[in-house]
């Protein structure tokens, strides 16, 4: 994808890309930050729905960290929160008593919270929820579904193989996001079609015996949100209860988020094991494991499960304010609006052009796509035409407008309260790259 810069000045990124990438790969902490030599762009500061980046640029994001800032950047509340916490120091490799306070908000409202234990970011909660399934079963393997993602880890980082995927009447191989992941975990699991309960009820009958755990996410974030159907996430709770097989699901970008339960209060369904993380503290470093306590016990009991960072005092007090006002006004609510009402200026803007597109996932955390039918799998996904979506992205960047970028968040966008709270203005390019201007009405969270 090509991001244009037109519009913008770039010296002061650009010049900080050539002392960056001296001392760092790429120039960034993450790869999926780099945008390209010139186009590559470092953030100055942000606030609410906005940021800005070194040249003075402003921009509304529509990514919000790929999902942390729920309540918008640098909010006062949760800000003050964690500054009045940093009086109880740092680390000590000892508990502290917000431990205690934000795992009750955790299992007041999550669904199958018996029992919480913190970690750091979603991918080390889901890697100690899978070590978790696996000494409580006894048991090594597990399946996860194409399209998934799971975080970094190297039993995670495994995909359908896009190039594969041509043949329909074959599963495309299934090969690692890259180099450096040994090759003999891929004899550790199987990976199934998303949407299919009954190519997963193939594998857990043949192999239940060796599998340990289910790991799905509810809505398939790395996919433009392609969701689980209704029917299909139940049958999946079902089949795991038949076999006596774990199922972890995976929320770290769905809990709190589409809804105060999270997705499991969403679809009805309760894990054994469930992960939290991106919005549990507007951005600050914490996540969760939750769960069965039988289950759980198992903490301390034969499994470890520990870290340096784990449960930082800032970072509990930030989770304590945000959950709170989650919990407390209608935040959730506003957002979910908002995601609505920007959907339907979309969908007006793309009608009067003839573009055809469809729409996947919550209101809070949707994909748009350039097609009159919106896919329901990663093979769907991955065989559909998304050209104009990333021509049209380049633009829009160009035009402030921070939004999803290459192939693993493409097009998947999260409101915010902070973004419902603002009037926005979202720039929707035609065909012949004329602008048309949407703007949605402001909207506050009421306390209850």
């Known amino acids: 994808m090509s991001i244009k810069v037109q519009r913008r000045k770039l010296d002061k990124s650009r010049a900080h890309y050539k002392e960056a990438v001296k001392?760092?790969?790429?120039?960034?902490?993450?790869?999926?930050?780099?945008?390209?030599?010139?186009?590559?762009?470092?953030?100055?500061?942000?606030?609410?729905?906005?940021?800005?980046?070194?040249?003075?640029?402003?921009?509304?994001?529509?990514?919000?960290?790929?999902?942390?800032?729920?309540?918008?950047?640098?909010?006062?509340?949760?800000?003050?929160?964690?500054?009045?916490?940093?009086y109880v120091g740092t680390v000590f490799a000892l508990g502290t008593e917000k431990e205690v306070t934000v795992a009750k908000l955790i299992k007041e409202m999550m669904p199958a919270a018996d029992l919480v234990r913190f970690s750091n970011s979603g991918t080390e909660a889901v890697m100690a929820a899978l070590r978790l399934a696996r000494g409580y079963t006894g048991k090594d393997n597990y399946v996860t579904f194409e399209g998934s993602y799971h975080g970094l880890f190297d039993a995670s980082m495994w995909t359908a193989d896009p190039e594969d995927m041509k043949d329909q009447s074959k599963d495309p191989k299934v090969i690692p996001y890259g180099q450096g992941i040994p090759q003999l975990i891929r004899n550790l699991f199987w990976q199934v079609p998303y949407n299919d309960a009954q190519r997963l009820e193939d594998v857990l009958k043949k192999h239940h015996d060796s599998i340990a755990a289910v790991l799905?996410?509810?809505?398939?974030?790395?996919?433009?949100?392609?969701?689980?159907?209704?029917?299909?996430?139940?049958?999946?709770?079902?089949?795991?209860?038949?076999?006596?097989?774990?199922?972890?699901?995976d929320e770290v970008k769905t809990g709190f988020?589409?809804?105060?339960?999270?997705?499991?209060?969403?679809?009805?369904?309760?894990?054994?094991?469930?992960?939290?993380?991106?919005?549990?503290?507007?951005?600050?470093?914490?996540?969760?494991?939750?769960?069965?306590?039988?289950?759980?016990?198992?903490?301390?009991?034969?499994?470890?499960?520990?870290?340096?960072?784990?449960?930082?005092?800032?970072?509990?007090?930030?989770?304590?304010?945000?959950?709170?006002?989650?919990r407390d006004t209608d935040a959730l609510d506003v957002i979910a609006n908002y995601g609505k009402a920007m959907q339907e200026g979309m969908h007006k803007v793309l009608t009067k052009r003839g573009i055809p597109h469809s729409f996947t996932g919550h209101y809070s955390m949707s994909g748009l796509f350039f097609s009159a039918e919106a896919p329901t799998t990663y093979?769907?996904?991955?065989?559909?035409?998304?050209?104009?979506?990333?021509?049209?992205?380049?633009?829009?960047?160009?035009?402030?407008?921070e939004?999803?970028?290459?192939?693993?968040?493409?097009?998947?966008?999260?409101?915010?309260?902070a973004r419902a709270t603002t009037?926005?203005?979202?720039?929707?390019?035609?065909?012949?790259?004329?602008?048309?201007?949407?703007?949605?009405?402001?909207?506050?969270?009421?306390?209850?």
């Open 23 to 86: 001392h760092l790969p790429l120039g960034v902490s993450s790869n999926f930050r780099f945008w390209g030599e010139d186009e590559t762009v470092f953030v100055h500061h942000g606030k609410g729905a906005r940021l800005w980046d070194l040249d003075g640029n402003e921009y509304i994001d529509y990514r919000l960290g790929y999902g942390p800032a729920i309540l918008g950047h640098c909010n006062d509340e949760v800000d003050k929160a964690a500054r009045d916490n940093q």
């Open 403 to 417: 939004i999803t970028t290459g192939f693993h968040h493409r097009s998947f966008e999260r409101p915010s309260v």
């Open 257 to 326: 988020r589409v809804g105060k339960g999270g997705a499991q209060a969403l679809y009805g369904i309760e894990a054994d094991i469930f992960t939290v993380a991106k919005a549990v503290a507007n951005g600050y470093p914490i996540s969760a494991i939750g769960g069965k306590e039988e289950i759980m016990r198992k903490y301390g009991k034969g499994v470890a499960h520990g870290g340096t960072y784990t449960a930082q005092a800032m970072s509990l007090a930030a989770a304590e304010k945000t959950l709170t006002i989650l």
């Open 216 to 249: 799905i996410e509810p809505i398939l974030g790395n996919c433009c949100g392609i969701p689980s159907k209704p029917e299909f996430i139940k049958a999946v709770r079902a089949l795991c209860t038949k076999y006596n097989v774990i199922m972890i699901v």
């Open 379 to 401: 093979r769907n996904w991955k065989l559909s035409d998304y050209t104009f979506y990333d021509t049209m992205a380049g633009y829009l960047i160009d035009m402030g407008n």
């Open 423 to 448: 009037s926005i203005a979202t720039a929707v390019t035609t065909p012949e790259s004329a602008p048309t201007m949407m703007v949605f009405a402001s909207a506050q969270p009421k306390r209850r």
